[in-house]
């Protein structure tokens, strides 16, 4: 307990920082735990819709006062710092995020794990990825514009602007008309995995989730198919890899 604090002002300099840092986290719980209660009360579709109006109005006032507060401008809804930074920097911020995005995941299962057990920690893992995998494709299909039933070119279009497509390597087959294959060449956890001399992530059952809800969130017609993916065995050249078929 911080001794003769009774409010912010009587912080030191150290302790303001972590404060605002603090605050930051709370807004950022505050708006996930608004959609799930949205979505209990309303379900998950009806949850994005209101999202997208939510999202737009709280991001242009907060994005607003913090521009005015800390002394940057806003160009078309984008803070002008990111916009003035050279463009390779931009790219590896981005590719900062993906792997941030990644190590966050991590952080969480080890969490659960830790405090419970592995069993405990690959349920919640699994169960988050009925939630994220539609609310990632929710997301990329806004920000590229795509159409609600947006096909395999949606859908090849969508993996490239996954979060993990910026931290691994994968690589996508046409294999008819109507499928396509997705493939997992180098994936950054059961790499270092490898590395370290141990067995591959037993992941099929997060895939499962996560692969059948993006494609259908790109597209409801998409159907996946899982051609391989750990415990199951695969060949050099992919951990995991997948078959998307769009059903007329």
């Not at 794990?113 to 893992?125: G, P, T, V």
């Not at 609310?135 to 070119?153: M, T």
């Not at 059952?205 to 998409?222: M, Q, W």
Request: aromatic fraction near 12%.
């Amino acid at each position: 307990m911080k001794e003769n604090v009774n409010r912010p002002e009587d912080l030191n300099q150290e302790d303001l920082a972590r404060l605002a840092v603090d605050m930051f986290h709370r807004i950022a719980m505050h708006h996930a735990f608004w959609f799930k209660e949205v979505e209990h009360q309303m379900g998950f579709e009806k949850a994005l819709d209101i999202l997208d109006t939510a999202y737009q109005n709280s991001y242009t006032i907060q994005m607003k006062r913090m521009g005015k507060t800390l002394g940057f401008e806003m160009v078309s809804g984008v803070p002008k710092p990111l916009l003035d930074m050279p463009r390779e920097e931009l790219i590896t911020l981005i590719d900062a995020l993906g792997v941030n995005w990644l190590a966050n995941d991590g952080v969480w299962f080890q969490a659960v794990e830790f405090s419970s057990d592995m069993y405990d920690a690959k349920r919640c893992n699994d169960s988050c990825w009925t939630r994220f995998s539609p609310f990632e494709a929710w997301s990329i299909k806004r920000f590229l514009g795509l159409p609600e039933k947006a096909g395999l070119d949606g859908l090849k279009q969508a993996l490239q602007f996954r979060m993990y497509a910026r931290i691994n390597v994968q690589s996508i087959i046409d294999e008819t008309p109507n499928s396509i294959i997705f493939q997992m060449n180098d994936c950054r956890v059961q790499s270092a995995r490898k590395r370290q001399g141990l067995e591959d992530y037993p992941c099929k059952s997060a895939g499962l989730v996560e692969y059948n809800a993006f494609g259908k969130a790109i597209d409801p017609r998409i159907k996946t198919e899982c051609i391989g993916c750990p415990p199951d065995e695969h060949p050099e050249e992919w951990f995991c890899a997948w078959r998307f078929i769009l059903e007329e």
